[in-house]
């Protein structure tokens, strides 16, 4: 496996401990078992409704405000934009192409939905701007073609990253410790086939130990550090991207790769993401 990122220290870890491997579909937290079929490998995330024409909103949704009638464009636009930031890998461009973003936010901000700008997404959360999804989610599946298999997405937020994710991994499960937002993220979801991506109520600093041990770890929110109990929970081969603090006292992406030797860390450019915090809400 091809990695790239320079080592700048070593961490040693315990061997990830082979725990019982939940049954799937997961049973997870109050939401309605996904409808069932077989995702596509790169198929658009399609409301469960009827063929409605592209970017516009099954039933039961209102239209996009300024999205315009077709939202492919928009997000062909977004994708170009993230190519010249320097984003290469194929299958994170196309799951960014895939995932109507629109669909995650408020009507109102629906018209930004685009921009490469976080947007407020309630209870003092931000979705992440497209530009850090792709950067994070390129990192996660740096030097792999193929399909992540579990991975642990930590802050589902509104659901956009997990939903993209969905694309990127045979298995997702994303968490949250707001109620409110774990709610609005099911909401958001409903109308989607996205069998893959099981949504958990609950503290992520904790990991969840029951879908260990997972071949990718991604983190929306940043702590003094990275918890245990993911550095734990990540398979030999693995790899965790996560934002944290760091020597200078600044928030930066935090890259673990986990080998047989132990743990590869990497420190890469300065960030700005929302507190990771403790219990639930
Ligand atoms: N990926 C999200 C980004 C949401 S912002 C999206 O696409 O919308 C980060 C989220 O992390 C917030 O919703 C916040 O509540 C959540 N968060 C912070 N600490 C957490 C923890 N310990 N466990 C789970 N979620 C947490």
Same mark, same amino acid.
């Given at each position: 496996?091809?990695?790239?990122?320079? $080592?700048?220290?070593?961490?040693?870890? #315990?061997? %990830?401990?082979? @725990? *019982?491997?939940? =049954?799937? +579909? /997961?049973?997870?937290?109050?939401?309605?078992? $996904?409808?069932?079929?077989?995702?596509? #490998?790169? %198929?658009?995330? @399609? *409301?469960?409704? =009827?063929? +409605? /024409?592209?970017?516009?909103?099954?039933?039961?949704?209102?239209?996009?405000?300024?999205?315009?009638?077709?939202?492919?464009?928009?997000?062909? =636009?977004?994708?170009?934009?993230?190519?010249?930031?320097?984003?290469?890998?194929?299958?994170?461009?196309?799951?960014?192409?895939?995932?109507?973003?629109?669909?995650?936010?408020?009507?109102?901000?629906?018209?930004?939905?685009?921009?490469?700008?976080?947007?407020?997404?309630?209870?003092?959360?931000?979705?992440?701007?497209?530009?850090?999804?792709?950067?994070?989610?390129?990192?996660?599946?740096?030097?792999?073609?193929?399909?992540?298999?579990?991975?642990?997405?930590?802050?589902?937020?509104?659901?956009?990253?997990?939903?993209?994710?969905?694309?990127?991994?045979?298995?997702?499960?994303?968490?949250?410790?707001?109620?409110?937002?774990?709610?609005?993220?099911?909401?958001?979801?409903?109308?989607?086939?996205?069998?893959?991506?099981?949504?958990?109520?609950?503290?992520?600093?904790?990991?969840?130990?029951?879908?260990?041990?997972?071949?990718?770890?991604?983190?929306?929110?940043?702590?003094?550090?990275?918890?245990?109990?993911?550095?734990?929970?990540?398979?030999?081969?693995?790899?965790?991207?996560?934002?944290?603090?760091?020597?200078?006292?600044?928030?930066?992406?935090?890259?673990?790769?986990?080998?047989?030797?132990?743990?590869?860390?990497?420190?890469?450019?300065?960030?700005?993401?929302?507190?990771?915090?403790?219990?639930?809400?």
């Amino acid at each position: 496996m091809k990695r790239t990122l320079p $080592p700048i220290g070593k961490l040693s870890t #315990a061997a %990830a401990t082979p @725990r *019982p491997r939940p =049954a799937f +579909p /997961a049973r997870l937290d109050t939401a309605p078992a $996904p409808p069932v079929h077989k995702p596509g #490998a790169l %198929a658009a995330l @399609r *409301p469960v409704t =009827a063929a +409605p /024409a592209p970017g516009t909103r099954a039933a039961g949704h209102t239209a996009p405000v300024g999205v315009g009638m077709d939202s492919v464009a928009v997000r062909t =636009a977004m994708v170009r934009k993230l190519q010249g930031q320097g984003i290469v890998h194929a299958g994170v461009l196309a799951a960014m192409q895939a995932v109507e973003r629109h669909r995650f936010v408020d009507t109102a901000l629906a018209n930004q939905a685009y921009e490469d700008t976080s947007l407020p997404i309630g209870l003092g959360q931000t979705i992440s701007k497209p530009s850090v999804v792709a950067r994070m989610l390129e990192l996660l599946c740096q030097g792999r073609e193929e399909k992540l298999g579990r991975v642990l997405d930590i802050g589902t937020g509104c659901g956009y990253q997990a939903a993209v994710l969905s694309h990127l991994a045979r298995e997702v499960y994303s968490m949250e410790r707001l109620r409110g937002l774990h709610d609005k993220a099911r909401d958001n979801l409903r109308a989607f086939r996205v069998a893959n991506l099981h949504l958990l109520f609950g503290d992520g600093m904790l990991g969840y130990p029951q879908g260990a041990p997972y071949a990718g770890i991604v983190a929306a929110a940043g702590g003094n550090d990275v918890p245990q109990a993911w550095i734990d929970q990540l398979a030999v081969g693995g790899r965790l991207v996560a934002p944290a603090v760091t020597a200078d006292g600044q928030q930066h992406l935090v890259v673990i790769d986990k080998t047989a030797q132990g743990c590869v860390r990497s420190v890469l450019e300065p960030v700005l993401f929302v507190p990771l915090k403790s219990g639930i809400a």
